[in-house]
Structure formats: structure tokens, C-alpha cells
């Protein structure tokens, strides 16, 4: 099998609210946004559920992707549907309403291709549902977990053995710290490092993000905007654009896993350029890659040292 890429994670109908604009019924989730990054460089294979109000014609581009989408398992009921605000600072999302509906009772089953996937990402779904998943994955290349405050503050211990399983921990800087109890980020980075993983990388917003590693720190910026319209969904872009094209070069050495934070950072800022996902569903690998560029000319520059 080729460098197929297992995602697990939501997909939900999301009412967002910012500073520049509103939209009702917006397509979103974990996964989907995910998705919508990581097919720019691999063969994504996604897993969720949908209820019946879920429209799936508007994902047909993943397909035309070649996105496997028949892990998306429709169900009678309403589909999971979140509602949120922004103010001006973007890098914090006020929830209003949310509504699990289908997605409460959601179990992964994997199939045997499913199974077979090298890479893996854990989406920040409930973490006994991350380890229900890695129960089945049958010798995964390179396991990445995502997580929220939700599950940080409920299921503490459940989540620190899922880290404990996965190589690469992926989470933005509050929850790093809550996570480890440790308000200096290098020292929390090193903490969760300490529960087994292989690196971990802090999401900054704005701010861009930094990648821990043993004895190996990496800080990427932003890339900088002048019009930001929503910022939904930019850090599960940012996680698809890193394991996307981890799993398209086949290699997680340090170096490289500094180009994927990278990718990661340059598909994050094409998402925020629009609602949803509509930027990334219009976006094309030679759009990332000049934007790649323009990352390695942002942060270039020449020592002269005596």
C-alpha cells in the first residue's frame, strides 16, 4: 500500500461569527478540514459520522481529490453542529452552542484498508475513542494526536496514554500548558514529551508554531495576512498540511518534519483567507508551494559572524 493517510475526527455544520462577516450553516469538523488540507499531497482515507441533513455533494471535491470518503457513515439524525464567535483577537473561539447529535454515539470501526494506513491522525475526538483506534491500526509508520481543553480537563488520564502511543503530539499553547501543568511552554513541551511521543508541536495562532524534539527545537511564523475573514478550522488545515505532506515524501526525520510544519503553516493561512473551507476547496498544490517559498524567503537570512 502506498502512504495512505487514516484521519478520524468530526464533521459538523458550524454557525460561525467573526468581526468581518457571518455565515449559517457552514460546512466543518476536525476532519474535514483536515481532509480538505492533507488531500493537496496524499491519498486521505477519512472516518466520521454525518446525519441525514448532512449535504454531501458539498465535498465532492475531496473525491475528485481522491479523498476516500466512504468512512463518512451517514446516519438517521441531525449531523453535529457547532455554533461560535470571534472577536477581534481571532486566536479564540467563543463557543455558543453546540449539539453532538449523531456524532455522540460515534464508534470507529475500522476497515482493513483503513487498518493499513502508515500514517495516522488522531483528530480531538474523546481520547478513549483515539485509543480505540490505535487498538485497531495494525502497524502504523507515524501516529499524530490532536486534543482539546475539553478532554484535557475530563479525560486526563485516558489522553495521556493515548500520547504515550503516538509519535507526534499536536496542540495549540493553552492547551499545552493546562496539559502539563506548567505555565512555561518549553518546560510543558518537555513535560509531555517525558509521556513517550517523539515531538511534540505548539499551535500559536498568529504567532506561528514551535516543534519540540529531543534536544531539537524548531519555531516557524505565521505566515502574515492582511485580511484574516475565519479562523475556524486553521489549526486542523495546519495538522492536514504537516501529516499530508509527511506522508507524501514517506520520511519523519527532523528536518523534514520542519518542512511539514511549514506546509502545515502555509495551508493554516490559506484557510483563514475565507469562510469554512471554501480557499482550501479552490486550492491548488502550485498555490502551496509558492507560498512555501515565500515561508523560506520570510524567515532567510545571512550570518556574518566574527
Same mark, same amino acid.
Given at each position: 500500500?502506498?502512504?495512505?493517510?487514516?484521519?478520524?475526527?468530526?464533521?459538523?455544520?458550524?454557525?460561525?461569527?467573526?468581526?468581518?462577516?457571518?455565515?449559517?450553516?457552514?460546512?466543518?469538523?476536525?476532519?474535514?478540514?483536515?481532509?480538505?488540507?492533507?488531500?493537496?499531497?496524499?491519498?486521505?482515507?477519512?472516518?466520521?459520522?454525518?446525519?441525514?441533513?448532512?449535504?454531501?455533494?458539498?465535498?465532492?471535491?475531496?473525491?475528485?481529490?481522491?479523498?476516500?470518503?466512504?468512512?463518512?457513515?451517514?446516519?438517521?439524525?441531525?449531523?453535529?453542529?457547532?455554533?461560535?464567535?470571534?472577536?477581534?483577537?481571532?486566536?479564540?473561539?467563543?463557543?455558543?452552542?453546540?449539539?453532538?447529535?449523531?456524532?455522540?454515539?460515534?464508534?470507529?470501526?475500522?476497515?482493513?484498508?483503513?487498518?493499513?494506513?502508515?500514517?495516522?491522525?488522531?483528530?480531538?475526538?474523546? #481520547?478513549?475513542?483515539?485509543?480505540?483506534?490505535?487498538?485497531?491500526?495494525?502497524?502504523?509508520?507515524?501516529?499524530?494526536?490532536?486534543?482539546?481543553?475539553?478532554?484535557?480537563?475530563?479525560?486526563?488520564?485516558?489522553?495521556?496514554?493515548?500520547?504515550?502511543?503516538?509519535?507526534?503530539?499536536?496542540?495549540?499553547?493553552?492547551?499545552?500548558?493546562?496539559?502539563?501543568?506548567?505555565?512555561?511552554?518549553?518546560?510543558?513541551?518537555?513535560?509531555?514529551?517525558?509521556?513517550? #511521543?517523539?515531538?511534540?508541536?505548539?499551535?500559536?495562532?498568529?504567532?506561528?508554531?514551535?516543534?519540540?524534539?529531543?534536544?531539537?527545537?524548531?519555531?516557524?511564523?505565521?505566515?502574515?495576512?492582511?485580511?484574516?475573514?475565519?479562523?475556524?478550522?486553521?489549526?486542523?488545515?495546519?495538522?492536514?498540511?504537516?501529516?499530508?505532506?509527511?506522508?507524501?515524501?514517506?520520511?519523519?526525520?527532523?528536518?523534514?518534519?520542519?518542512?511539514?510544519?511549514?506546509?502545515?503553516?502555509?495551508?493554516?493561512?490559506?484557510?483563514?483567507?475565507?469562510?469554512?473551507?471554501?480557499?482550501?476547496?479552490? +486550492?491548488?498544490?502550485?498555490?502551496?508551494?509558492?507560498?512555501?517559498?515565500?515561508?523560506?524567503? +520570510?524567515?532567510?537570512?545571512?550570518?556574518?559572524?566574527?
Amino acid at each position: 500500500m502506498s502512504n495512505d493517510l487514516l484521519v478520524v475526527g468530526s464533521v459538523a455544520i458550524d454557525s460561525v461569527e467573526t468581526p468581518f462577516g457571518r455565515e449559517d450553516e457552514a460546512l466543518g469538523g476536525s476532519a474535514l478540514y483536515f481532509t480538505a488540507a492533507a488531500s493537496l499531497f496524499a491519498k486521505v482515507r477519512l472516518v466520521a459520522v454525518v446525519g441525514e441533513d448532512f449535504p454531501l455533494e458539498r465535498i465532492a471535491f475531496l473525491s475528485e481529490r481522491e479523498a476516500d470518503l466512504s468512512g463518512l457513515d451517514r446516519r438517521p439524525g441531525r449531523t453535529f453542529r457547532w455554533k461560535g464567535r470571534y472577536g477581534f483577537d481571532l486566536n479564540e473561539a467563543h463557543t455558543l452552542e453546540t449539539h453532538l447529535n449523531v456524532f455522540e454515539a460515534f464508534v470507529p470501526e475500522l476497515t482493513p484498508e483503513q487498518r493499513a494506513c502508515p500514517y495516522v491522525f488522531l483528530a480531538n475526538i474523546d #481520547p478513549d475513542l483515539q485509543q480505540r483506534v490505535l487498538d485497531q491500526v495494525d502497524a502504523p509508520r507515524f501516529v499524530a494526536l490532536d486534543t482539546m481543553n475539553f478532554w484535557i480537563e475530563g479525560k486526563r488520564r485516558s489522553l495521556v496514554e493515548a500520547i504515550g502511543r503516538v509519535n507526534l503530539v499536536v496542540l495549540n499553547d493553552a492547551e499545552a500548558r493546562m496539559l502539563a501543568g506548567e505555565p512555561n511552554l518549553v518546560r510543558a513541551a518537555q513535560e509531555i514529551l517525558s509521556w513517550g #511521543p517523539d515531538g511534540v508541536v505548539v499551535k500559536q495562532g498568529e504567532y506561528g508554531a514551535i516543534y519540540f524534539a529531543d534536544h531539537h527545537v524548531f519555531s516557524a511564523p505565521a505566515y502574515p495576512l492582511e485580511a484574516v475573514f475565519d479562523p475556524t478550522g486553521a489549526g486542523d488545515s495546519f495538522a492536514g498540511g504537516l501529516m499530508g505532506y509527511l506522508a507524501s515524501t514517506g520520511n519523519e526525520d527532523p528536518d523534514n518534519i520542519r518542512r511539514a510544519i511549514v506546509f502545515g503553516s502555509a495551508l493554516a493561512s490559506f484557510d483563514v483567507e475565507a469562510f469554512s473551507f471554501r480557499r482550501l476547496e479552490t +486550492l491548488t498544490y502550485p498555490e502551496v508551494a509558492e507560498r512555501f517559498r515565500a515561508f523560506k524567503a +520570510l524567515t532567510h537570512f545571512e550570518a556574518e559572524l566574527d
